[in-house]
């Protein structure tokens, strides 16, 4: 089945071949793929045509950063947050508590409705996290139900140091037989590097031993205060570093000369107080930048990629273009995918419609639902 959309007003791709010059444009979806971009004028026929009617079209956003396998309500801590109390890794063990109470049933629940929300607001290539599980039964369990769920999963029993656990026995398991228990579900190992959570030697630790297991590298680094997150992650190679809310020049320099992303998370900054990511200098000094939401019920509750759109470029100082690119391109770069965040020719067929002309809109109407469609794998979500 294909499917011809026509009457595209602004048409980005991130294809250096695609199309350029003045619209409308079309795009052609078939068996999954895009098969063609291009002038509406020139466009081949397929056996279903969409007019969109002046509308801007663009990839679907790839969110490289969620922690969805959760159960329970973190709303006061929020409230208390907002009255003037800091945020802390601690509150993570609150989560804990509730996810490990919960049934399989409910936490597959939850995971489907926040990514359907997400879905809803244009993201169609999903990561997620474990961490809210840490021992070996629970961080399999969510490893296990987020596989049938998400695009990519990772495991992150490195996310605290759960109560009354020696954090040295625990930190034995993450790296032996709790790294053994999920490894068969997940594609990725992240470790929160900071104050209150894994110091730099732990976290190095866990790097290496789920490098020896296969998986690919993701690093928590400094969130809450400068620290050895992006130095730890570019000297492991890791794929990305998120967060990346306190960086000094040094810093911003090691990410500009690696391959290791720079995935912020304007929706966390904002959501715990925290000053916006310094993304202006790291698109000046020429880092990869990833947007992410880090949907999660403790630092960023909303699966909301056009608001980290909006706040990437009215606070982080980010072009909308920018902005755009790293929510869909750059995400996919922080995954270490060629086949999402484009619509180049052979590309997933991961299509979102904005109800305005441009993707200006974005972050010129911010709060205002834009997404009027969006195809996953050449399927219309409903
Ligand atoms: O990315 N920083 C660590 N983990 C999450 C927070 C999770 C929570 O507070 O429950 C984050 O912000």
New binding site residues.
């Given amino acids: 089945m294909s499917t011809l959309i026509t009457g595209i007003a602004e048409l980005t791709t991130h294809d250096p071949d695609g199309p350029g010059g003045d619209g409308p444009f079309a795009v052609v979806l078939d068996d999954g793929r895009v098969a063609w971009t291009g002038r509406a004028a020139d466009a081949p026929a397929a056996d279903e045509r969409v007019d969109v009617g002046g509308r801007a079209v663009l990839p679907g956003w790839v969110d490289s ?1 969620t ?1 969805l396998v959760f159960a329970g309500d973190r709303g006061a801590e929020f409230a208390a947050r907002m009255a003037g109390q800091a945020y802390a ?1 601690s ?2 063990r609150t ?1 804990v508590a509730a996810t490990r109470a919960a049934t399989d049933d409910a936490l597959a629940e939850g995971l489907r409705r926040h990514a359907d929300e997400a879905a809803r607001q244009g993201t169609t290539c999903l990561e997620t996290k474990t ?1 809210y599980g840490l021992t070996d039964v629970d961080e399999a369990r969510a490893a296990r139900l987020a596989a049938a769920v998400v695009d990519e999963v990772t495991f992150l029993g490195a ?1 605290v140091v759960p109560a009354d656990v020696d954090p040295a026995s625990y930190l034995d398991d993450v790296c032996g037989p709790m790294l053994e228990a999920v490894a068969p579900h997940v594609g990725w190992i992240d470790v ?1 590097c ?1 104050d209150g ?1 894994f110091d730099e030697i732990a976290s190095a630790r866990v790097l290496t031993a789920g490098a020896e297991r296969g998986l690919g590298l993701r690093v ?1 680094g400094n ?1 809450l205060g400068p620290g050895p997150g992006v130095r730890l992650a570019v000297a492991h190679g890791a794929a990305a570093v ?2 990346c809310t306190h960086l000094t020049d040094d810093d911003v320099e090691a990410l500009a000369a690696s391959d290791t992303v720079a995935t912020l ?1 304007p929706a ?1 900054d904002l959501s715990t107080r925290q000053p916006p990511a310094p993304a202006r200098r790291l698109a000046d000094a020429g880092a990869t930048v990833a947007l992410a939401s ?1 949907a ?5 509750y909303t699966t909301s990629m056009p608001l980290c759109v909006a706040l990437a470029v009215l606070q982080g100082g980010l072009t909308v273009e920018e902005a755009v690119r790293a929510a869909t391109l750059g995400g996919a770069t922080a995954l270490r995918r060629n086949d999402v965040g484009t619509l180049a020719v052979g590309a997933r067929a991961d299509v979102q419609v904005l109800d305005a002309p441009s993707v200006a809109h974005l972050a010129y109407r911010p709060g205002v639902p834009l997404t009027l469609a969006v195809w996953k794998a050449g399927r219309r979500l409903p």
């Fill in positions: 950063h922690h890794a509150g993570i989560t961490g996310h929160f900071e959570a928590h969130q998120d967060h998370l966390c880090n999660n019920p403790g630092s960023s």
